[in-house]
DNA sequence: GAGTTTGAAACT
DNA sequence: CAGTTTCAAACTC
């Protein structure tokens, strides 16, 4: 799909401006004759559009820019728009500020093309291939003013490398702050962000459930692909929408520390942008499943063999210093870089390259969202699939590809690579680029090539903790826990593991001998590789939709049930709460709308949970008054003497409930009417206050006081 | 907690 | 593709 953030499609030049080179030139220009390899910027009024004389930058200007707090955020104006938003420098009032930047791809041109506009300049350039990506067409990165400016992402080559031209392209280096997550949401999540997600503390994930409507951010990938960038407030998110997102398309969100913006941070972000020239590339898909945790990457299409060089014209999905989260890892642990060749010390921003296929549809075969709001990445590992310049991936790197047809050709990558919090720890790295990106996104991308197989080295993470099932919770953005397995065969690598079948590793679980973890790469990646083999759609979520009611769900598979009854959590129907459907080959199935069976299973569990829930609120409330009691009241009277109150102290009201609560159960044994039950058990609290009168009548005290 | 039942996954 | 085996979760006692 087109994204609606490119907006400057068309605005391409033929011009030949040295490379590395970006003009910038007033907002609004069309900048159709800018020399290709230049950004046009132009300053303007605050926003957008403007007269300020027309600059040049340069690729190291534009490192310089980074570095000066070039943020990207979202355009809350603009839909579709990616806003780069350059930090406030107290220091300096003179200095103009970018506030906004888009960058767009010209799918038929090397060149990108995108303006950036700020309070008191607006610019609107086209890119270098080379500078943004080897040129490939590069989308249009609009950058708004934004009174918000403490969200980011920064445009901008890593602080540790000053110049673009090393590695030809334009990273998008986040915040250095704790940790960029990007969590996808599920396909068939609402189109609106859900508010319960939009909530956070910097350097947590937030998931966002894909939507249409107003944007944050965007980038397009490619003509018909469009990768989503959200950047959000550090503390709160707002509840913004995407647009330009297909339903159900996941959304990346990222928090980063207010007003922290330096481009030397950049870290833990993923990148997915174009690196090559393919016309109509866009193939990058996010699938999310239902209920799970482990957000994946699909690449789909890739026409090219493995061996093709970053240099040639190939979409390219970039993972800017996303580390491995191994187990787990606190926010701010050190932890291995998925990305970045040779450079130790963390702070440069590291890349790898994965060369995606053109898009051409969207999402076929995506795996519908399904329960929860657990997104993985697919990533289909075609034989195009390549790590550019690395001949390994970092640790917990899993980029597996098969031959044969696309659905086989996945690779998969643990949700903690794209989430991982950035650290200063030195990083095994795929790939050194001079510049990080930041944002990750998705893009829609639908594939015509088979891939080639090209398994993708693996490498083990010093931190890898073979206990770890990558299991994110407590962010709020809607991941839930998951139960720890107890696998003692399957080495939880294979489908019978349910860790593994979410695509996570093990964390906490109590397995033997476990190999689904980052210490065991290289068996984890066989064994999903394997498993794809089997069967392409064995990582796609059970629970999908059905075809009548957007709400309902039903299992893709249907259930095989022959002694349940399709009433027990054997069924995976049942378990997952949902009728049986046509798909099912159930004997004697009772999991249909008119069971009375259904009916009585249900009508017995809502009894069985407002049971639950009363007497939780009942001792809960019953708790706090009695722990709030002996503040709320004296025991003693003026004259010393102890009040009659005051004898009912919590463990008497515990004693008394106690005795409560065996009447009601001998009531019960002995199949008492309920009215003879509470007759009972009124006559049982009777006697307990009358006990309770009695002991304080015969022990006053006397205030100490 | 041990043993049984169950159905998905894996295998033949 | 069908039948069998393996496996781990669900369930029972």
New binding site residues.
């Given amino acids: 799909m087109a994204a609606k953030g490119d907006k400057t499609g068309g605005e391409t030049n033929g011009s030949s401006e040295s490379s590395g080179n970006i003009l910038i030139k007033p907002d609004g220009g069309d900048g159709n004759q800018q020399a290709p390899g230049t950004v046009r910027i132009v300053s303007g009024t605050a926003g957008r559009g403007g007269n300020v004389p027309m600059q040049i930058l340069t690729p190291q200007m534009l490192a310089s820019l980074s570095q000066q707090g070039l943020i990207i955020q979202n355009d809350g104006e603009n839909k579709g728009i990616l806003q780069a938003v350059k930090r406030a420098r107290p220091s300096s009032s003179s200095e103009q500020t970018v506030t906004k930047v888009v960058i767009t791809r010209n799918p038929g041109n090397k060149v990108s093309s995108g303006n950036v506009s700020g309070a008191n300049t607006s610019f609107k350039f086209q890119g270098d291939p080379k500078v943004i990506g080897s040129g490939s067409p590069i989308k249009v990165i609009t950058v708004s003013q934004g009174s918000n400016i403490p969200k980011g992402v920064v445009i901008a080559s890593s602080p540790s490398k000053q110049t673009i031209a090393p590695s030809n392209r334009i990273a998008l280096p986040t915040v250095k702050s704790p940790g960029k997550t990007i969590m996808l949401a599920s396909p068939t999540t609402p189109k609106k962000i859900a508010p319960a997600s939009t909530s956070g503390t910097v350097g947590q994930t937030i998931l966002v459930k894909g939507s249409m409507g107003t944007t944050s951010g965007t980038i397009t990938l490619s003509s018909g692909a469009v990768a989503k960038v959200i950047n959000v407030m550090n503390t709160s998110v707002p509840s913004s929408q995407v647009s330009g997102v297909a339903p159900g398309t996941p959304v990346p969100v990222q928090i980063s520390a207010a007003g922290q913006a330096p481009p030397q941070l950049a870290s833990g972000l993923t990148t997915i942008r174009p690196a090559g020239n393919l016309p109509g590339q866009g193939n990058l898909q996010a699938v999310s499943m239902a209920g799970k945790n482990f957000p994946y990457m699909r690449l789909v299409n890739v026409s090219t063999n493995a061996t093709t060089s970053a240099t040639q014209a190939k979409p390219v999905l970039q993972l800017a210093n996303a580390k491995p989260i191994a187990p787990a890892p606190a926010l701010g642990q050190a932890i291995p870089s998925l990305t970045s060749a040779g450079q130790a010390g963390g702070a440069a921003p590291r890349t790898i390259n994965i060369p995606i296929a053109p898009a051409q549809t969207i999402n076929k075969g995506i795996v519908q969202g399904g329960v929860g709001n657990q997104p993985r990445f697919i990533m289909p590992a075609n034989a195009a699939l390549k790590i550019i310049n690395a001949g390994k991936l970092a640790p917990g790197t899993t980029l597996l590809s098969a031959g044969g047809n696309l659905l086989q050709s996945y690779a998969v990558i643990p949700a903690h690579y794209l989430t991982q919090p950035v650290t200063s720890q030195a990083q095994p790295s795929i790939q050194s680029s001079s510049s990080s990106s930041t944002s990750s996104s998705q893009a829609n991308s639908t594939s015509s090539q088979p891939p080639q197989p090209q398994p993708a080295p693996i490498k083990h993470s010093n931190t890898a903790n073979s206990s770890s099932n990558g299991m994110l919770t407590g962010d709020g953005s809607g991941s839930r826990p998951r139960?720890?397995?107890?696998?003692?065969?399957?080495?939880?690598?294979?489908?019978?593991?349910?860790?593994?079948?979410n695509g996570e590793f093990c964390r906490n679980?109590?397995?033997?001998n476990c190999l689904n973890n980052l210490d065991h790469e290289d068996e984890r990646t066989k064994?999903v590789k394997?498993?794809l083999d089997?069967?392409p759609h064995?990582f796609h979520p059970?629970i999908g939709k059905g075809h009548g009611s957007q709400t309902n769900r039903r299992?893709n598979?249907?259930?095989?049930?022959?002694?349940?009854?399709?009433?027990?959590?054997?069924?995976?129907?049942?378990?997952a709460k949902i009728l049986c459907s046509n798909f099912?080959?159930?004997?004697?199935c009772k999991n249909f709308e008119e069971s009375p069976e259904r009916k009585t299973l249900m009508h017995l569990a809502d009894a069985a949970e407002v049971r639950v829930q009363q007497q939780t609120a009942a001792r809960t409330k019953l708790s706090s008054q009695l722990q709030d009691y002996p503040t709320k009241t004296r025991e003693f009277s003026d004259t010393g003497e102890r009040l009659p109150f005051s004898f009912i102290t919590k463990e008497v009201a515990e004693a008394t409930l106690q005795c409560l609560m065996a009447q009601a159960d001998e009531s019960e044994r002995s199949s008492h009417s309920s009215d003879l039950a509470e007759s009972l058990i009124l006559e049982e609290f009777g006697r307990c206050i009358l006990q309770v009168i009695h002991s304080a009548s015969k022990a006053k005290g006397v205030n100490p006081e």
Avoid: I, M, W
């Fill in positions: 139960k720890p397995c107890n696998c003692t065969k399957s080495q939880c690598l294979k489908l019978y593991c349910d860790c593994f079948a679980c109590n397995c033997n064994a394997a498993c089997r069967n064995a059970k299992h598979k249907g259930c095989n049930c022959k002694r349940s009854g399709c009433l027990k959590n054997y069924c995976e129907c049942y378990e099912c080959k159930c004997v004697g």
